[in-house]
């Protein structure tokens, strides 16, 4: 029931700035972790960036200090400033949400995918 709208996505030179916003609707509530994963081609999907609900935040390595994660809670919301981009962050985007259900445990929520492309 809880469906990711993701926005932001583009076409950006090198050292430029994008920023990534996805806005959960559904039974989503504000406790649940949010992140950003990446999948170039011939690549593995890899996590960018991750917030918790209470503000914890991961980056991958090849991303700290160029990308920013952030939440809104009362807006179900989740934003990747990205700045610095890099040709090696081509990419398409994913908008995650971490669930924890009784009966069924741990899955996962997914936004459709935004392309990121950065050139050189």
């Known amino acids: 029931q809880v469906q990711l709208v993701e926005s932001g996505g583009g076409l950006v030179q090198a050292g430029g700035s994008l920023r990534l916003s996805c806005a959960a609707s559904g039974g989503l509530s504000s406790f649940n972790d949010m992140g950003w994963y990446r999948q170039a081609p011939g690549k593995q999907r890899e996590l960018v960036a991750a917030i918790s609900s209470v503000g914890r935040i991961n980056y991958a390595d090849s991303v700290k200090g160029r990308f920013t994660i952030s939440r809104d809670n009362a807006k179900k919301t989740v934003h990747l400033q990205m700045n610095v981009l890099k040709p090696e962050d081509t990419a398409v985007y994913y908008c995650?949400?971490?669930?924890?259900?009784?009966?069924?445990?741990?899955?996962?929520?997914w936004g459709q995918g935004t392309q990121v492309t950065v050139s050189s």
């Open positions: 995650n949400v971490k669930m924890y259900d009784l009966g069924r445990g741990k899955y996962d929520y």
